[in-house]
């Protein structure tokens, strides 16, 4: 029990802030607002995927771009063209990501590619799959992939935000949990060694190879189902918004700013992203200007966090304490 109460303490303001965001739809029904807070915890959901093998094994994947895309357009043509329901396409998107994943893994970990070596490979699949999607007439080519209207829990869409904020919210928690899960187990203190030193965790008797591989499968698994949930939000998806670069390194900026190998630093850093670029459009300019103003601000930020907060916005003390 005390125990219990003691990490309750340890961890008092990452509750609080998840009983906040619980709570919330029945705090406002400001649609504006609703659909902000959709997108903040659906990138800090993304966010949390690519903390699995980006964060905890130090591999810097810009391969995420082709899961949530596979995983986006999986759902769409599952259920477009053969009507089964989109929450089945997310999770036979989510396995035909992880199996990418697997794959992609298996290979590059074999050949001992880390570093920019691997960082290149992931960028040049993500390519692939937007240049192959592009040409591709059965799932609308550059042109995109649209949805029928088909309002109703078994379609997953529904007139208001309320829904799709409860169902992002449980995909977040499961997210959290399997961090957590990882984290504590003998997984995650092998990759957090393979992180700091693989050739020293390899000579402990570490199997740096599988380790890595079911760690990017699983993370790859996780954001396949987070493209299939973005079709269902927009309705939508195109070779250029489903295999996007800018959405991974994105996604990656967050995690960084946040801080790595953390359950709250992606989750602090895609709140922090998406509700800053969420400000900066009230500023009265031209959309031009505006999205040269947004990305300094980022840059600035980047920096600010790279120069006093190495570790990211989650090392603070007061936050480091009651929420790390």
Known sequence: MQNFIEGFKRHSLGYTLLFILLILPIITQNRVLLSVMVMCVLYSYLALSWNLIGGYGGQFSLAHGAFFGLGAYTTGILFTKFGITPWVGLLIGGFIAAILGYIIGNLTFSFGLKGFFFLLVTLAI?????????????????????????????????????????????????????????????????????????????????????????????????????????????????????????????????????????????????????????????????????AAITKSIFAIALILVAIYFNKGIISLRYIAKYLK
């Not at 995109?144 to 409860?166: C, H, N, S, T």
């Not at 801080?259 to 709140?271: E, L, R, S, V, W």
Request: proline share 3%.
């Open 126 to 290: 993500t390519q692939f799959f937007m240049e192959v999607s592009k040409n591709i007439d059965f799932i609308g080519g550059p042109r995109g992939l649209w949805l029928p209207a088909k309002i109703g829990w078994y379609y997953f869409q529904f007139r208001g935000r309320i829904e799709y904020y409860y169902i992002i919210f449980a995909f977040m928690l499961i997210a959290i949990i399997i961090t957590y899960l990882i984290e504590k187990s003998k997984l995650g203190y092998y990759l957090v060694a393979i992180r700091e030193d693989e050739d020293a965790a390899e000579a402990c008797g570490v199997d740096s190879k599988k380790c890595k591989t079911l760690t990017f499968a699983l993370s790859g698994f996780l954001t396949g189902i987070g493209g299939g949930y973005y079709i269902q939000l927009f309705f939508f998806i195109d070779p250029f918004s489903a295999f996007s670069i800018h959405l991974n390194i994105y996604i990656v900026l967050m995690v960084i700013v946040g801080g790595t190998g953390t359950i709250g630093g992606p989750i602090i850093g895609a709140f922090f992203f998406v509700i800053l670029s969420e400000l900066l459009r009230f500023i009265p300019m031209q959309s031009q200007l505006l």
